[in-house]
């Protein structure tokens, strides 16, 4: 199985600062043949269902803020937040879907 | 607008079954692959089980086999959970999510029906 390992495990950013959550998988979800790296990221409002984010790593789903973005490749990723706002108090999870059983990280909270 | 909505769950003694519906919306769901992924409480996600396009294909994460069932008719937009034999550690909130681009990417969510199992 595919390990993915989140940190920090929370951060607290003061509001308009910029939030950085690094995931590490223990093997590589990048598949050659389409150069594209099965690595998403969820964010998780208390309470709520998780909502889709980031997909290939890099994508920002459709009517996700341009504050967001995803970095990285292979066994390293990066999503950032560049001005945090009130709304992004929540709990973001990294999840490969390049073999299953497809596994999440632990989640990172993320706190004013 | 996609919904997805849950219901069947509810507190079960160990060793006990239930089955888990999940009832489609607001897309085509015969060209969607769907899965279930739960929470425990005050935990992170764990997914659970996937099923193709046409029910022909489906997996599961090693704590659920032969214990858990997935299946869907496509005639009334519904995705099902059998799950027998329950443990204390299947206690979580169950959700329904909808596949997109690949089976493992879930761009939707349902708002999970809770399972407690317990003496």
């Known amino acids: 199985d595919i390990v993915m390992t989140q940190s920090p495990d929370s951060l607290a950013v003061s509001l308009g600062e910029r939030a950085t959550i690094n995931c590490k998988s223990s093997q590589s979800v990048l598949y050659s043949s389409s150069n594209k790296n099965y690595l998403t990221w969820y964010r998780q409002k208390p309470g709520q269902p998780p909502e889709l984010l980031i997909y290939w790593a890099s994508t920002r789903q459709s009517g996700v803020p341009d504050r967001f973005s995803g970095s990285g490749s292979g066994t390293d990723f990066t999503l950032t937040i560049s001005s945090l706002q009130s709304e992004d108090v929540a709990v973001y999870y990294c999840q490969q879907s390049y073999s299953p059983p497809w596994t999440f990280g632990q989640g990172t909270k993320v706190e004013i | 607008e996609v919904q997805l909505v849950e219901s069947g769950g509810g507190l079960v003694q160990p060793g006990g079954s239930l089955r888990l519906s999940c009832v489609a919306s607001?897309?085509?769901?015969?060209?969607?692959?769907m899965s279930w992924v739960r929470q425990a409480p005050g935990k992170g996600l764990e997914w659970v089980s996937s099923?193709?396009?046409?029910?022909?294909?489906?997996y599961f994460t090693d704590s659920v086999k032969g214990r858990f069932t997935i299946s869907r008719d496509n005639s009334k937009n519904m995705l099902f959970l059998q799950i027998n034999s329950l443990r204390v550690e299947d206690t979580a909130l169950y959700y329904c999510a909808k596949g997109w681009l690949t089976t493992a990417l879930f761009d939707s969510w349902g708002q999970g029906t809770l399972v407690t199992v317990s003496s």
């Open positions: 607001g897309f085509t769901f015969s060209s969607y692959a």
């Open positions: 099923i193709s396009v046409s029910g022909a294909n489906t």
